[in-house]
């Protein structure tokens, strides 16, 4: 079964974003910031991350740099997720290895696309 950590502090767009993956048969994890995801993807196995950016303890780009530069999750597509909109933001996210970036408020069917291009390679 396809696992997604989702990562966020907020608990509604956490919980919509959770609902709307579960739905499509996806597992869910959730964390409410980066430390947390740490935990998560060390007692888990997880397919895709998908992360918000302003968090915090540690920031959604925080995180995304040491999933990629951490040897065993490396390899985890990371998609950033976050009401920061400027392109200089997609330009970091992006900088600091995330595989894609949405925009939110974001579509259903636009995220669930991104996820099904993520989780192919």
């Given at each position: 079964?396809?696992t ?8 509604t ?5 959770s609902?709307?993956?579960q739905?499509?048969?996806?597992k ?10 740490q935990?998560?993807?060390g007692?888990e196995t ?6 918000d950016l ?6 959604g ?8 530069n951490n ?9 950033m997720c976050?009401t920061k ?16 970036y ?18 192919k390679g």
């Open positions: 079964m396809i997604v950590l989702v990562v966020d502090d907020s608990i767009p956490r919980q919509m974003l609902e709307l993956l739905s499509h048969g996806i869910v994890i959730e964390a409410i910031n980066g430390i947390e995801a935990e998560k993807l007692a997880v397919n895709l991350v998908v992360t302003i968090m915090p303890e540690m920031n780009y925080e995180l995304c740099r040491w999933i990629k040897p065993p999750t490396s390899k985890i597509p990371v998609l976050s909109s400027e392109e200089f933001d997609r330009y970091w996210g992006m900088k600091q290895g995330a595989d894609a949405i925009t939110k408020p974001y579509q259903s069917a636009e995220m669930l696309k991104t996820i099904k291009t993520l989780l």
